[in-house]
């Protein structure tokens, strides 16, 4: 199942089912999904990101391959919706997409053992970390590249664990449509089980906090008029598009 939060006509905020046919439904009701707004699949009090989580990626951007995950935050106000429209920060040149496959996390947890790690998975979800370049190459910490409103679009669908393959996912991202990005999770440095043991070795991750994997080859520009798609094999196609404040 692809499970979907939206508010619906009458402005409440459901969970509901997404339907292939472009529909989606809560208590008996079928909605359409143009008469609906579609929500962030989760509301995480953290978003942890990878940093150079593939070897071409690291290469691309003239940098070596980490020998343990490379962690970094995004806050609760980065987080966009399926069908929003991102605001790339003023007088900033330099801002590009990243299509990552991103893990929800279903259960507060601490200490979590590679072994265990997929008993607290949730589900899947897309994610776009659009990244401010002109800051994230002059500070350590990349709150000014990583971390401004809007920085990570996430949707549109929480996809059951059993209908998604961590090891094999295939991904792909397009810029009106051109594709710019097309990878697959096998090839992943460190896999999902082994970021999870990593960062709970470090910090608690609470029920809807979210793990971006980390970003591929063919990272680009975005420009103000830009129409974005993501796709995760297996969960759908996140959508946002791009405005210069």
């Not at 692809?2 to 292939?20: L, N, T, W």
């Not at 966009?80 to 299509?99: F, K, M, Q, S, Y």
């Not at 893990?103 to 401010?132: K, P």
Request: hydrophobic share 35%; charged share 30%.
């Amino acid at each position: 199942m692809r499970h979907v939060r939206f508010r619906d006509e009458a402005g409440a905020v459901r969970e509901g089912e997404y339907h292939d046919d472009g529909t989606v439904s809560f208590g008996g009701r079928t909605h359409a999904l143009d008469d609906v707004e579609v929500l962030p699949p989760c509301e995480p009090s953290k978003v942890v990101c990878v940093g150079r989580n593939y070897a071409k990626h690291a290469a691309e951007r003239n940098e070596d391959v980490p020998d343990r995950p490379l962690l970094f935050l995004k806050p609760p106000n980065a987080v966009a919706g399926h069908g929003d429209t991102v605001t790339l920060p003023r007088e900033r040149e330099h801002i590009e997409h990243e299509v990552e496959f991103a893990v929800v996390i279903g259960e507060q947890c601490r200490n979590v053992a590679e072994a265990d790690a997929m008993d607290v998975v949730a589900g899947y979800t897309i994610a776009d970390d659009v990244s401010n370049r002109d800051d994230q190459s002059r500070e350590q910490n990349w709150v000014r590249g990583k971390a401004f409103d809007g920085a990570c679009p996430l949707g549109p669908v929480l996809a059951d664990p059993e209908h998604v393959d961590p090891d094999g996912a295939s991904l792909e991202l397009r810029v009106n449509g051109e594709v710019r990005q097309s990878s697959n999770t096998e090839h992943f440095i460190f896999d999902v089980p082994t970021l999870i043991a990593e960062i709970t070795r470090y910090m608690t991750l609470e029920e809807g906090d979210v793990i971006l994997t980390g970003t591929p080859e063919g990272v680009g520009p975005l420009e103000a008029g830009d129409h974005v798609e993501a796709e995760v094999e297996g969960v759908g196609t996140l959508e946002h598009d791009v405005r210069r404040d």
